[in-house]
C-alpha cells in the first residue's frame, strides 16, 4: 500500500508549490545549499552562471540556478531547528511525495544538502575566521524525540558521557540532548584539508542555550567552562549554532546526504567577535560550491 498524505498533512498551495517554501516540485536541485540569512541566498546564486527560479516566502528564499554546469537550490532557513523541521519535511516532500496523487513515490531521491551557517568557536584553535565542519552534532532542541528511529540513528553512548559530564538532570535534561553524525562521505568532500572537523552544539537559542547571560542569571553557571572541557574517545566540542543537529538528524530518518559548515565569527573562549563577517563568509561558500 502506497503513503497517501491528506491536504492538511502536506499543504500544497493552489499553484502547486509546497506551503512554506512556495517552490514547486520541478524547481528542485538534487544538491541543495542551505543557509540561515536570507540575505545571504543572493551571496550564492551571485556565483550562479544562469537561474532558472527564484521565490520568496517569509524567511524562506530559494533560488535553483547552475555552478560550473551543477544545478544547485539554494535556500534559506532563517534562525533555530524548528524551521529545519519545515525546510527538510518541505524540501523531502518535494523530492519524493508527487503532489498530483498526494502518494510518496517508489523510488527515493536522493538530496545532497550542505547548510553554510556562522557559528561561535570554543577552542583555542577555532578563533574567528575558522570553517568548522560539524561531523557529530549535540542537538540541544529535541526535534528529533518526536521521530520514530531516533535512536537508531543517533550515538547513545556519546549522548549519556556528555549528560554524566555536564552533571545535567531534571530542567537541563528537558529535552534531553541527542548526537548524531553528519555524512561521512559528504564531511571528507567538502572538510578537504583546509575546515576543521569538529563536534557543534545546536542550540536552542542564541543567549541562556549558548551560555550567554545578559540579565537573566543562567540555569548552570559553568555550562561553557565543562562544555570546552569535555572530551570523549578523542573527541571535542568545537562550536555553538542553531541548526545542524535538526538537519542531520532529519537527513539521516530521511535517506538524504547531509552536513553543516560553520564560519567562526565569534570564538567564546577568547571573547573575540568579528561583526564584518558578511564581506568574508564568500570564501567558504566557494568553497562549498567547487566541492559540493
Ligand atoms: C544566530 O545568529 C544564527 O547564526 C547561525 C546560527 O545557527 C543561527 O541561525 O547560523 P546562520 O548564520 O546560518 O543563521
Ligand atoms: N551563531 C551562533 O549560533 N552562535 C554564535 O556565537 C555565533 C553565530
Same mark, same amino acid.
Given at each position: 500500500?502506497?503513503?497517501?498524505?491528506?491536504?492538511?498533512?502536506?499543504?500544497?498551495?493552489?499553484?502547486?508549490?509546497?506551503?512554506?517554501?512556495?517552490?514547486?516540485?520541478?524547481?528542485?536541485?538534487?544538491?541543495?545549499?542551505?543557509?540561515?540569512?536570507?540575505?545571504? *541566498?543572493?551571496?550564492?546564486?551571485?556565483h550562479?552562471?544562469?537561474?532558472?527560479?527564484?521565490?520568496?516566502?517569509?524567511? /524562506?528564499?530559494?533560488?535553483?540556478?547552475?555552478?560550473?554546469?551543477?544545478r544547485?537550490?539554494?535556500?534559506?532557513?532563517?534562525?533555530?531547528?524548528?524551521?529545519?523541521? +519545515?525546510?527538510?519535511?518541505?524540501?523531502?516532500?518535494?523530492?519524493?511525495?508527487d503532489?498530483?496523487?498526494?502518494?510518496?513515490?517508489?523510488?527515493? @531521491?536522493?538530496?545532497?544538502?550542505? @547548510?553554510?551557517?556562522?557559528?561561535?568557536?570554543?577552542?583555542?584553535?577555532?578563533?574567528?575566521?575558522?570553517? +568548522?565542519?560539524? #561531523?557529530?552534532?549535540?542537538?540541544?532542541?529535541?526535534?528529533?524525540?518526536?521521530?520514530?528511529?531516533?535512536n537508531?540513528?543517533?550515538?547513545?553512548p556519546?549522548?549519556?558521557?556528555?549528560?554524566?559530564?555536564?552533571?545535567?538532570?531534571?530542567?537541563?535534561?528537558?529535552?534531553?540532548?541527542?548526537? !548524531?553524525?553528519?555524512?561521512?562521505?559528504?564531511?571528507?568532500? +567538502?572538510?578537504?584539508?583546509?575546515?576543521?572537523?569538529? *563536534?557543534t !552544539?545546536?542550540?536552542?537559542? &542564541?543567549?541562556?542555550?549558548?551560555?550567554?547571560?545578559?540579565?537573566?542569571?543562567?540555569?548552570?553557571?559553568?555550562?561553557?567552562?565543562?562544555?570546552?572541557? &569535555?572530551?570523549?574517545?578523542?573527541?571535542?566540542?568545537?562550536? /555553538?549554532?542553531?541548526?545542524?543537529?535538526?538537519?542531520?538528524?532529519?537527513?539521516?530518518?530521511?535517506?538524504?546526504? #547531509?552536513?553543516?559548515?560553520?564560519?567562526?565569527i565569534?570564538? @567564546?573562549?577568547?571573547?573575540?567577535?568579528n561583526?564584518?563577517?558578511?564581506?568574508?563568509?564568500?570564501?567558504?561558500?566557494?568553497?562549498?560550491?567547487? @566541492?559540493i
Open positions: 500500500m502506497k503513503k497517501y498524505f491528506a491536504s492538511s498533512e502536506l499543504i500544497i498551495n493552489e499553484d502547486g508549490s509546497v506551503f512554506h517554501l512556495h517552490v514547486k516540485p520541478e524547481w528542485l536541485a538534487d544538491k541543495v545549499i542551505l543557509v540561515g540569512d536570507p540575505g545571504r *541566498v543572493a551571496l550564492v546564486a551571485s550562479f552562471e544562469n537561474k532558472e527560479c527564484e521565490v520568496e516566502s517569509r524567511e /524562506f528564499k530559494t533560488i535553483t540556478g547552475t555552478y560550473k554546469g551543477k544547485i537550490t539554494v535556500v534559506s532557513t532563517g534562525i533555530g531547528c524548528d524551521n529545519i523541521d +519545515i525546510v527538510m519535511n518541505e524540501l523531502d516532500a518535494l523530492a519524493n511525495i503532489f498530483q496523487t498526494r502518494e510518496e513515490k517508489p523510488q527515493l @531521491r536522493q538530496l545532497e544538502l550542505v @547548510r553554510i551557517g556562522t557559528c561561535g568557536g570554543l577552542q583555542p584553535y577555532t578563533p574567528v575566521g575558522t570553517f +568548522i565542519c560539524s #561531523a557529530k552534532s549535540i542537538g540541544f532542541d529535541g526535534l528529533l524525540n518526536f521521530y520514530a528511529g531516533r537508531a540513528v543517533c550515538d547513545l556519546f549522548e549519556r558521557a556528555f549528560l554524566n559530564h555536564m552533571g545535567w538532570s531534571g530542567n537541563m535534561c528537558a529535552p534531553a540532548p541527542y548526537v !548524531i553524525d553528519a555524512n561521512a562521505e559528504l564531511i571528507d568532500r +567538502i572538510a578537504g584539508d583546509d575546515m576543521v572537523r569538529g *563536534v !552544539i545546536a542550540a536552542g537559542g &542564541f543567549f541562556g542555550p549558548q551560555g550567554r547571560e545578559l540579565r537573566v542569571p543562567l540555569a548552570d553557571p559553568h555550562q561553557n567552562e565543562k562544555i570546552e572541557q &569535555f572530551e570523549y574517545n578523542g573527541y571535542k566540542i568545537t562550536n /555553538f549554532e542553531m541548526e545542524s543537529s535538526a538537519l542531520a538528524g532529519l537527513s539521516r530518518l530521511m535517506g538524504h546526504k #547531509a552536513m553543516t559548515v560553520c564560519m567562526v565569534a570564538n @567564546r573562549l577568547i571573547k573575540e567577535a561583526t564584518g563577517y558578511k564581506n568574508t563568509i564568500d570564501h567558504l561558500i566557494l568553497k562549498v560550491l567547487e @566541492r
